[in-house]
């Protein structure tokens, strides 16, 4: 496998982080102009939050992103020290902001780790476990915490001639299916039989309207074989860790939002189980968007999920959720990344 450099710098592009500023604060101000009930008065609402549940939002998303570090260096067996795996991490972070969900970050951390000194092969085995992890966690997870809510997880739309909460469902249904075969297919391919996956997908690729993408299939195919040799013979003492803290991880991310929730409304815990699960079914929305990082898709439906636990709330909610959970890892990205092509690119040509 040859990694297109030129195309990995083109998504690792500094400048890139004002598209999704620009489309994110785009649909701000609309929702400001088209909503009677966001005005001065409500911004100035920001200053009604909790500081302690504030500071247990910032403490849990920070913890979330040290899961992530730990992570990497579980997943790769330390080869990366702290410091390369915070860099791995913000840098592939913002690959993912400045992406659109559905293509996300793969490719770029592949890459990165690839110039980190991680041979490409493991490189792949490694990108390919934490996808498959996150994965699995939503597979398996989604489904106990909806029981525990209960039902009450589709949200009634104030815009009833959208029946959004019924087409909200079919799509969470639909996604879950395709993400629930996917995940299974993916494991079975890199952890029982890589060269069965291989050979079922080149006779895809044979079909006469697919046969023009047969080569990179058979690519595909040798990554799979490749990340699959790189796995193998891996130990529990290995898996347990890195599966513990991906559900660490991924309920750190939801948790988030629960304490900024908290941060204007006293919830019971039934409540808080909602607020949890909802968020379950709003990433499937933002992971099949079209605009990079979910940048107005994550902002519209976050009014529609949350306005019952937020009276008056929700505009200043939406707004500090986002600029936790992703404009910092844009402004991150951009310093990170010039000192990163330093480090890795520069100072290897000093060294020869």
């Given at each position: 496998?040859?990694?297109?450099?030129?195309?990995?710098f083109?998504?690792?592009?500094?400048?890139k982080?004002?598209?999704?500023?620009?489309?994110?604060?785009?649909?701000v101000?609309?929702?400001?102009?088209?909503?009677?009930?966001?005005?001065?008065?409500?911004?100035?609402?920001?200053?009604?939050?909790?500081?302690?549940?504030?500071?247990?939002?910032?403490?849990?998303?920070?913890?979330?992103?040290?899961?992530?570090?730990?992570?990497?260096?579980?997943?790769?067996?330390?080869?990366?020290?702290?410091?390369?795996?915070?860099?791995?991490?913000?840098?592939?972070?913002?690959?993912?902001?400045?992406?659109?969900?559905?293509?996300?970050?793969?490719?770029?951390?592949?890459?990165?780790?690839?110039k980190?000194?991680?041979?490409l092969?493991?490189?792949?085995?490694?990108?390919?476990?934490?996808?498959?992890?996150?994965?699995?966690?939503?597979?398996?997870?989604?489904?106990?915490?909806?029981?525990?809510?209960q039902?009450?997880?589709?949200?009634?739309?104030?815009?009833?001639?959208?029946?959004?909460?019924?087409?909200?469902?079919?799509?969470?249904?639909?996604?879950?299916?395709?993400?629930?075969?996917?995940?299974?297919?993916m494991a079975?391919?890199?952890?029982?039989?890589p060269?069965?996956?291989?050979?079922?997908?080149?006779?895809?690729?044979?079909?006469k309207?697919?046969l023009?993408?047969?080569?990179?299939?058979?690519?595909?195919?040798?990554?799979?074989?490749?990340?699959?040799?790189?796995?193998?013979?891996?130990?529990w003492?290995?898996?347990?860790?890195?599966?513990?803290?991906?559900i660490?991880?991924w309920?750190?991310?939801?948790?988030?939002?629960?304490?900024?929730?908290?941060?204007?409304?006293?919830?019971?815990?039934?409540?808080?189980?909602?607020?949890?699960?909802?968020?379950?079914?709003?990433?499937?929305?933002?992971?099949?968007?079209?605009?990079?990082?979910?940048s107005?898709?994550?902002?519209?439906?976050?009014?529609?999920?949350?306005?019952?636990?937020?009276?008056?709330?929700?505009?200043?909610?939406?707004?500090?959720w986002?600029?936790?959970?992703?404009?910092?890892?844009?402004?991150?990205?951009?310093?990170?990344?010039?000192?990163?092509i330093?480090q890795?690119?520069?100072?290897?040509?000093?060294?020869?």
């Amino acid at each position: 496998m040859k990694i297109d450099n030129k195309k990995i710098f083109e998504t690792l592009n500094p400048n890139k982080i004002w598209v999704p500023v620009i489309i994110g604060l785009g649909i701000v101000f609309l929702m400001f102009y088209l909503d009677p009930s966001v005005n001065a008065k409500t911004l100035r609402g920001v200053f009604d939050a909790s500081f302690i549940a504030i500071f247990v939002a910032i403490v849990v998303i920070f913890f979330r992103d040290l899961g992530y570090v730990y992570r990497i260096r579980a997943v790769t067996d330390k080869q990366l020290t702290w410091t390369r795996a915070i860099y791995v991490i913000i840098l592939w972070e913002f690959a993912s902001a400045v992406t659109p969900s559905v293509v996300g970050g793969s490719a770029v951390a592949i890459f990165i780790l690839n110039k980190e000194g991680i041979k490409l092969g493991k490189a792949i085995s490694y990108v390919m476990v934490t996808a498959i992890l996150d994965n699995l966690f939503f597979v398996i997870g989604a489904p106990i915490i909806l029981f525990f809510a209960q039902g009450n997880i589709f949200p009634e739309s104030r815009v009833m001639e959208m029946k959004l909460g019924k087409s909200l469902e079919i799509l969470f249904w639909s996604s879950y299916g395709l993400y629930a075969i996917y995940s299974i297919v993916m494991a079975a391919a890199l952890f029982y039989r890589p060269r069965v996956f291989k050979w079922l997908l080149l006779k895809l690729y044979s079909i006469k309207w697919l046969l023009k993408w047969k080569h990179s299939a058979n690519e595909y195919g040798n990554q799979i074989i490749d990340a699959s040799k790189e796995l193998k013979g891996k130990k529990w003492n290995y898996w347990l860790p890195i599966i513990a803290v991906t559900i660490f991880i991924w309920s750190s991310r939801y948790l988030m939002l629960n304490a900024l929730v908290a941060a204007y409304e006293s919830l019971s815990i039934s409540e808080h189980v909602i607020v949890f699960a909802r968020q379950v079914i709003m990433w499937i929305v933002m992971m099949i968007s079209p605009t990079p990082g979910s940048s107005g898709t994550a902002e519209f439906f976050f009014a529609q999920f949350f306005t019952e636990f937020l009276t008056g709330y929700t505009f200043v909610t939406s707004i500090l959720w986002r600029m936790l959970s992703y404009y910092p890892y844009l402004i991150l990205g951009a310093i990170f990344l010039p000192r990163w092509i330093k480090q890795v690119f520069f100072k290897k040509k000093e060294e020869l």
